[in-house]
């Protein structure tokens, strides 16, 4: 998979690439990364990407020119499978969109700033926009590393173990159930037996119950439309 970040602030990235599953990603060759400074696209003799917005208001406005020519520039070289840009007021990014583009090649994702982008940036060149959640970021920045950092570890071959993001939270529409590890009992805290027994059968049933229980507790917005989840 390949990801282009476009992006006034390229720097932003550089501790998020260097540690964990994106470093392993790359390292491995299972995923390519290039950031793109907006500024590098500008004409002007300033490097300014931005301008007050027609018909006044406060803040400014990241013109249309840096921004296509920068993704002309990227589309000449190879095709797209979608070009994201980062918006607080795009659908909220979840599991199922993560799922979906994994399975993409190449992804360009634009990062907002100031008061957002010509409304014709979004109208002719970005094919869809999400949002991480109903809050204002000062920039797009933060947004395009979560986004990218939930979709590459679905791509096969990056985690060590392939069944490991199939049993994250929100994959089967639950939060995950709990988890437990060494020592088996800390302070008189003890690890339920039946993670400790050896029939399978019985881990799955007390995983799904608790995961059930768990979103029930504290995501119930997740099961009011599965009617199975809703008579138990």
């Keep these: ?20 599953i994106p470093q392993r990603a790359r390292k491995k060759g299972f995923l390519e990364l290039e950031l793109h400074n907006l500024r590098d696209y500008s004409t002007n003799r300033y490097k300014s990407v931005d301008d007050y917005p027609y018909g006044g208001g406060a803040g400014m406005v990241m013109t249309i020119e840096p921004i296509d020519r920068c993704i002309s520039a990227l589309k000449a070289e190879r095709d797209y499978d979608e070009v994201i840009y980062t918006s607080p007021d795009g659908p909220v990014f979840d599991q199922p969109m ?39 970021l000062s920039g797009g920045e933060l947004a395009a590393a979560v986004i990218t ?9 990056v985690l060590g173990d392939e069944t490991s ?20 009992e800390y302070k008189g805290w003890k690890v339920p037996e039946v993670l400790l027994g050896g029939n399978d059968r019985l881990k799955a049933e007390w995983r799904y119950e608790k995961a059930v229980e768990r979103t029930r507790e504290r995501r119930p917005g997740l099961l009011k439309e599965d009617s199975a989840f809703k008579a138990e």
Aim: glycine letters at 6%; one cysteine or more.
């Design 165 to 184: 993001a199939l049993s994250d939270s929100f994959q089967d529409g639950l939060v995950s159930p709990p988890v437990y590890t060494r020592p088996p």
């Design 149 to 157: 950092d939930a979709v590459i570890r679905l791509v096969p071959g």
């Design 98 to 136: 993560a799922n979906s583009l994994s399975l993409c090649r190449n992804l360009i994702l634009l990062c907002g700033h100031y008061k957002g982008v010509d409304e014709r940036v979004r109208e002719h060149l970005v094919t869809r926009e999400i949002s991480i959640g109903d809050y204002v």
């Design 1 to 20: 998979m390949r990801i282009d970040i476009i992006t006034l602030f390229p720097e932003m990235f550089a501790g998020f690439l260097d540690y964990s």
